[in-house]
Every structure is written in C-alpha cells, then in structure tokens.
C-alpha cells in the first residue's frame, strides 16, 4: 500500500495562488490515481480535482475549473494541485487521495489511501 502526505497549505491573500504537494511513500504513485477533496468547516468533504494515472486526463469540480490544476512528477513520486486566483470560499482543509482501483476517480468511496490534510485560508 501507499502512504500520502500533503504540505504546502497556508494562509493566504483572496486572488493569490498557492500550491500544494502530495508525496507518496511505500509503493511507487505511478499506477494511482490521485485525488484532492477539501472540507470547509462545517460542511461535507467535497471533491476538487483529479487526474488519472495513465494519460493526462483531468477532472474537475465546477468550483475548481479553470482555475485549479493537478499535475504529477512521477519520478518525486509527488502529485500537485495549483491554485490560482483564490476565494475566502475556497477556505478549507485540503486532502490528497490515491487508489490503484481505478484510473481515475472523483468519487471519496474510490479512494483506498488518504492523507492527513492540510489547511488553506483564504483572508479577504
């Protein structure tokens, strides 16, 4: 199995970008899909963004489109999420999610490998 820990979180500027990181360990992230989801405090963890790991597909919640991306370095074993033009919405604790399950999944019950979280705020 794979072990995943996110970083990159922080307080930050509405319009600022920031990005966070996904390292994996245990098993290469080759063959994984690799999720994010966030939960805003007091609301349900919500899906935001993934890519499949055979092709450069990416799928996206209509929050984060066009203005989140995922990218992965396979050879750091580390998967990204870019953020760009960010809203005090987008507050939230930010989680990386794998599974070898699927080539691609935007589901929470998808995902078998989940980190920690990181948090994001967003001041306005």
């Known amino acids: 199995q794979v072990q995943v820990v996110e970083s990159g979180g922080g307080l930050v500027q509405a319009g600022d970008s920031l990005t966070l990181s996904c390292v994996a360990s245990?098993?290469?992230?080759?063959?994984?899909?690799v999720g994010w989801f966030r939960q805003a405090p007091g609301k349900e963890l919500e899906f935001v963004i993934s890519?499949?790991?055979?092709?450069?597909?990416?799928y996206s919640a209509d929050s984060s489109e066009g203005r989140f991306t995922i990218s992965r370095d396979n050879a750091k074993n580390t998967v990204y999420l870019q953020m760009n033009n960010l809203t005090p919405e987008d507050t939230a604790v930010y989680y990386c999610?794998?599974?070898?399950?699927?080539?691609?999944?935007?589901?929470?019950?998808?995902?078998?490998?989940w980190g920690q979280g990181t948090q994001v705020t967003v001041s306005s």
């Open positions: 999610a794998a599974t070898e399950r699927f080539i691609a999944a935007m589901t929470r019950n998808d995902y078998d490998y």
């Open positions: 245990g098993r290469t992230f080759r063959s994984y899909a």
């Open positions: 890519g499949s790991w055979n092709d450069d597909k990416t």
